[in-house]
């Protein structure tokens, strides 16, 4: 598998929300392309990109989008590789609407659906690294590192005195 991560955004306004996503991803060292495209506007390309994502060398694709938040399922439904959704937080419905578009997959049509706000673009970058750390024992032990510093620094911070 490829280490190269696909990052889709609905919109260039997601691209804020996204910054904990390739935060993480550059931590772990792990290559990265972002793509705004839209899953309503720009369907065609939506599609050209997922489907040509594994013969360019990605691995994982993330696609993050809000309200009616069709672009990870879209994608899924045109590539062989794992798709994880972020749902975007969004001011009408504080991010359910996007939650429930993007969890909400046909049989046949996985995608992998992390949380509503910041917790959920670092966690699809998490995700996405321990996917494609089965294959790669490098990248796997970036993440076996990550999770214990994670754990010492939870334990460091229990002790009340």
Known sequence: MSK??????GSRSDLPAMEGCMKQLDEFGMEYQVRVLSAHRTPEAVLKVSSEAKENGF????????GAAHLAGVIASSTPLPVIGIPIQTSALGGMDSLLSTVQMPSGVPVATVAIGKAGPKNAAILACQMIGIGDAAVQQKI????????????????VE
């Open 4 to 9: 190269k991560v696909l990052i889709v955004m």
């Open 144 to 159: 076996i590192d990550f999770k214990k510093a994670q754990a010492e620094k939870v334990l460091a911070d229990s002790v």
């Open 59 to 66: 691995g994982v694709i993330i696609a993050a989008a809000g």
